[in-house]
């Protein structure tokens, strides 16, 4: 709360950087929204939002292996594989959705029941993501399930504890740090151990990995399997290295997706058209569903479903994740001056503070209320944009992000 506080008064009221200290890195920087795109068009070898974000999570020590904080790999299983195929995973991922529903909500609607919605939902989203990563029956496989979810919710945590360590003591005491989350991984790597060695005895030289038998079956073991052979990369063919990129991927999905989705549900319930809302977004996905072919989910139906998509941004805008929209680490040997002429040193951070362009009464209409519908309502083609006093566009397009919605970070890093 106080960093909110902090983060949208120097919005609000200053034009010069808001500088904080740091016992990190020497100082942190926030710049006014009038310099988002000084601070997008700085090349990564300058300033690096990869370097901010590794600083942030601590990345060398809650990331198990310092090969895997590397951007290249991960990123080129979500593009390669995740995406290409999604359509593929719709089907699955709604027969998830629909049991892990069933199992921790229950299905008859006369009886009710308390729930803790943060961790329900950590449970439903850790078996949806599951679902693609490692398939049945592992996904439901509550004990791999638990290791899973707790490495996802406690490494942010963990990184958060060694950033406030001096930097003398992090080597020494970082290991004692992490060490609830390495038990969840070596857990974790007991019931993925059996699967990766039965799968290798189907791979190795003479398989062509660009037939679709390589590929079978479509899982993140087999990606990376695919790929490590594929690229002859022996380190990588392992139970062990396989089974860290995949926490780690487990991570990236579970956590943030967790945190969105239960905002969304609480701003819905205590919205006072919370059944207008609720009806609505019912009747949405029952039309969408019946204009599908046999009723299957794809991309472009999912597309369709703007007053959902809605929904979660408005959430997504009022209670960001971060506090900081966009966050870059000078990475400069010389360091890097910035347009008000301050000269920031090796190490040091700058990034735009999200909640004051998230809550600006100059492009959201009432900003501090949830608008469930606030996205869509207006809009009339692909990008809708409301020009504010200032001047500025701020696209109202719900598959993009921009100056004034950083839910995802904003330019070519954001996602």
Known sequence: ??????????????????????VVTGHEVILPISQMQWLLNQPDHILSQHEANKQFLRAEY????????????????INRYLTRDLDIFAKAIV?????????????????????????VMLVIIGRIVNRVLVGLPLCRNPAYLQSSTKFAQMAPV???????????????????????????????????????????????????????????????????LV???????????T???????????????????????????????ASSDSISIQSALRLEALETAEKSKDNAWTRASLAAMTMTDSALRESLRLWSFVSHGVTKAVIAPN??????????????????????PHHDNNVYDNPYAFDAFRFC????????????????????????????????????HAW
């Not at 790929?227 to 063919?237: H, I, L, M, P």
């Not at 089974?243 to 969304?264: D, E, H």
């Not at 360091?335 to 004051?356: F, M, Q, R, V």
């Open 95 to 119: 027969d998830e959705i629909e049991q892990a529903l069933e199992d921790t909500w229950g299905s008859d609607p006369s009886k009710w029941h308390e729930i803790s919605l943060y961790n």
């Open 158 to 224: 963990t990184g958060g504890l060694i950033n406030l360590l001096p930097n003398w003591l992090r080597p020494t005491l970082a290991p004692f740090v992490t060490a609830y989350d390495t038990f969840h991984y070596w857990k974790m790597s007991r019931m993925i151990e059996p699967i990766v060695r039965e799968r290798l005895l189907t791979l190795g030289p003479g398989v062509s990995f660009k037939k679709q038998a390589s590929s079978q079956p479509n899982d993140f073991i087999q990606w990376a």
């Open 239 to 269: 139970p062990e290295m396989i089974t860290k990129r995949l926490a780690v991927l487990s991570f990236a999905a579970i956590q943030s997706s967790t945190l969105t989705i239960t905002n969304t549900l609480l701003d819905i319930a």
């Open 335 to 356: 360091g890097l001056t910035l347009p008000s002429g301050e000269h920031l040193p090796y190490g040091a951070k700058c990034g735009i503070a999200s909640y004051g």
């Open 377 to 412: 309502q207006e809009r009339k083609s692909e990008v809708t944009k409301v020009v504010t006093k200032e001047g500025h566009s701020a696209p109202r397009s719900f598959v993009t992000t921009s100056d004034y919605f950083m839910g995802f970070s904003h330019g070519r």
């Open 62 to 77: 809650t990331m198990l292996h310092p090969s895997i904080i590397g951007e290249a790999r991960m990123a080129n299983f």
């Open 227 to 237: 790929e490590a052979f594929s690229q002859d990369e022996q380190a990588e063919q």
């Open 1 to 22: 709360m106080i960093l909110a506080i902090a983060d949208h008064f120097q919005y609000s009221k200053r034009e010069q950087p808001f500088i904080l200290p740091n």
